[in-house]
């Protein structure tokens, strides 16, 4: 299992040139869907890097980088950040890290950020995990989430929802005709949530029969 990565190392690096074998997950899903609470689980249960395309811009905001004020402007928005930018903040994250199983949480958000990332790094997901959840319920969680995020307010959170339904949901889309989708119904409470997604990352030999 897993894919090499020379091209994502060699933007990363300049010259340096490393073979890397990753193995990657997509998580995808509505803002609020509830992503980041079950890679939590995910990481701590099955060992894999935590890597959100979200959590990267906003440090990389707060780091005072040059894309910082864009990329500020573009998430108050809703936008989607040209892939150029977040591409490189995944692979050097990457690149830092010594793990070889990664979820990234959150990319690609846009079939621009797919197509990038794919001719770049030449990654091809092991699968996509898929947090399906009605926007009344995202609605309500993102508006209680209480983490101080800019993004978080009505007016953004609806352009946020129409990012998603118009350029995210696509993506999924491409996924599911190539078979690659495991959709969880996320409308649940998180313990019910993970049950569902332990037992896509839980290997067939290793399930207990009922
Ligand atoms: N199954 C759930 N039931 C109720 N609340 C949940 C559930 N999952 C997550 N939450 C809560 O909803 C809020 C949003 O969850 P989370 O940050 O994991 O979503 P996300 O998909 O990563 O959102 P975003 O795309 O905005 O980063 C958090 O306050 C979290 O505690
Ligand atoms: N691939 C991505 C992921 C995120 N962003 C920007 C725009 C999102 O609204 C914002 C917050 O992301 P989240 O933490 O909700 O996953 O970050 C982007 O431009 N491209
Ligand atoms: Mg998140």
């Known amino acids: 299992m897993g894919t090499v990565v020379d091209a994502a190392i060699k933007v990363a690096n300049g ?6 074998k990753v193995t990657v997950v997509f998580v995808l899903g509505g803002p609020g869907s509830g992503k980041g609470t079950q890679c939590s689980n995910i990481v701590e249960h099955f060992g894999y890097t935590h890597l959100s395309a979200g959590d990267l811009l906003r440090a990389e905001i707060k780091s005072g980088s040059e894309n910082g004020t864009m990329i500020q402007n573009m ?7 040209p ?5 490189k903040l995944l692979q050097r994250a990457i690149q830092e890290n010594g793990n070889d199983k990664f979820l990234i949480d959150g ?8 197509a ?6 030449g990654i091809e997901p092991e699968f996509v995990l898929f947090f399906d959840c009605p926007e009344e319920e995202m609605e309500k969680r993102l508006l209680s989430r209480n983490q101080g995020r800019e993004d978080d307010n009505i007016e953004t959170i609806r352009k946020r929802f129409k990012v998603y339904m118009e350029s995210s949901l696509p993506v999924i889309d491409y996924y599911k005709a190539k078979g690659k989708v495991r959709k969880i119904d996320a ?13 896509v990352f ?6 207990v029969a009922a």
């Open 187 to 199: 409308a649940r409470p998180i313990e019910e949530v993970f049950k569902a997604v332990k037992a």
């Open 15 to 20: 010259s340096a040139h490393t073979n890397k």
């Open 107 to 114: 990319f690609p958000r846009n079939e621009e950020n797919r």
């Open 83 to 87: 892939s150029e930018v977040t591409i």
């Open 202 to 207: 839980t290997p067939e030999s290793e399930k």
């Open 75 to 81: 998430i108050k928005e809703g936008k989607i950040v």
């Open 116 to 121: 990038a990332f794919e001719s770049v790094t």
